[in-house]
């Protein structure tokens, strides 16, 4: 029991010191604007977070109680679909592609840091190849992928 209660406390207190450690107060912390969050069942914009669904552990923040229940009815891939642009954020993801694959990312993408960074992965699967790989090959690797990403970004911009 003391261990547990041990445990919480330094997540606790781990918790708390993280905005410090990278530079930041809790003002600032606190002061931070959220980017708009969009219901994933109606796209309606989420005013509060009174309605919570829940996507593995990550919150899924809906309009109205109906699309809560709504997206908790939904197959797993259609739910995964459905909650990335709330859940990629939750778990540090930027990148919309998997750098292994070029699938496009859902909610069950799994995040990796490389150099820094968080890229995410298609999978679980993906990203243990990648880790798998020598630190030169997953360089290329990466190399090869942020020139796509570019790439595809200056094709789909208008002009």
């Known amino acids: 029991m003391n261990l547990l209660l041990s445990s919480f406390a330094a997540l606790a207190i781990l918790a708390a ?43 899924v923040y809906c309009a109205s109680a109906v699309d809560a229940a709504e997206f908790g009815a939904l197959p ?31 909610a069950v993408a799994m995040p990796i840091t490389y150099q820094s960074e968080v890229i995410g992965f298609a999978s679980t699967a993906d990203a243990n190849q990648f880790l798998s790989l020598k630190p030169d090959q997953q360089e290329q690797l990466v190399s090869r992928w942020r020139t796509s990403e570019r790439a595809a970004l200056t094709v789909s911009e208008p002009k």
Not at 28 to 34: C, E, G, H, L
Not at 81 to 86: L, M, N, S
């Open 76 to 106: 797993l891939g259609k739910r995964a679909e459905a909650a990335k642009a709330q859940v990629l954020p939750q778990k540090g993801i930027s990148n919309l592609t998997c750098p292994l694959t070029g699938q496009p990312l859902t």
């Open 17 to 59: 010191c993280d905005g410090a450690q990278q530079g930041e107060s809790s003002l600032d912390q606190t002061s931070r604007v959220a980017p708009p969050l969009r219901c994933p069942i109606s796209g309606a914009p989420v005013s509060d977070e009174k309605f919570v669904a829940y996507f593995q552990v990550y919150p």
